[in-house]
């Protein structure tokens, strides 16, 4: 059984990941409808214009978090397993916050697109904004870490893409209006604290 999970370890980890999200979503899905939800909605949200075709930006973040996580399965050191627990980390965060504090957001319509309106306007969507956040705020600072404590660089050409297309992320995710400046800025904050709290826990250095 040790040889077994010394063996597919990176894999094993990646499907308690999958796990705890699928926690997550019984999670926000459990939560009643006549629930009175809160709003993070803020002024500068609301003065906001609304262009409907950056919604095919906001699920870049599928394809990001796919590529940071494909990044890290393949480099050597701690990177990964780090990153696997500061995920989990942070998607636990998430769901003590969307238990305690519920929050549904006022989805645009988006014309005919079956697709959008389906995913985007899903009943469960209370507190979906800052999920997709943290999980690539921390998909980005660990990549800066693990190049730093590998390489010894402060910066490299795969951070400066993430980065550039996280950032066009983020535009698209408030023009959009399928994030809140607010939902935005508490994943960057969970993603910063679980980033921060794994980088002092002592990983024992393996492939």
Do not use: E, Q
């Not at 040889?3 to 990646?14: G, H, Q, S, T």
């Not at 769901?95 to 697109?113: A, H, L, Q, R, T």
């Not at 969970?190 to 921060?196: D, F, N, R």
């Amino acid at each position: 059984m040790k040889a077994f999970f010394v063996k597919y370890r990176r894999l094993l980890l990646l499907i308690v990941l999958f796990f705890i999200y699928i926690l997550y979503s019984t999670a926000v899905n459990s939560i009643p409808a006549d629930t009175s939800f809160f709003s993070t909605k803020t002024l500068l949200d609301s003065n906001m214009p609304f262009l409907d075709f950056t919604v095919y930006g906001y699920i870049l973040w599928i394809i990001l978090f796919a590529l940071s996580l494909l990044y890290l399965f393949s480099s050597l050191g701690d990177g990964y397993y780090r990153l696997i627990t500061s995920l989990s980390l942070s998607v636990i965060i998430c769901i003590i916050i969307y238990i305690n504090f519920p929050v549904k957001m006022d989805i645009p319509d988006f014309g005919n697109s079956v697709l959008f309106n389906r995913i985007l306007c899903n009943a469960g969507i209370a507190s979906f904004p800052n999920l997709p956040a943290c999980i690539l705020f921390n998909s980005f600072f660990f990549i800066l870490f693990n190049k730093k404590k590998h390489d010894h660089s402060k910066i490299t050409t795969i951070a400066v893409i993430l980065g550039s297309i996280l950032l066009l992320w983020v535009a698209c995710a408030m023009f959009s209006k399928t994030a809140y400046i607010l939902d935005l800025s508490s994943g960057l904050l969970i993603g910063i604290i679980s980033s921060v709290l794994i980088s002092f826990i002592p990983f024992k250095h393996t492939h």
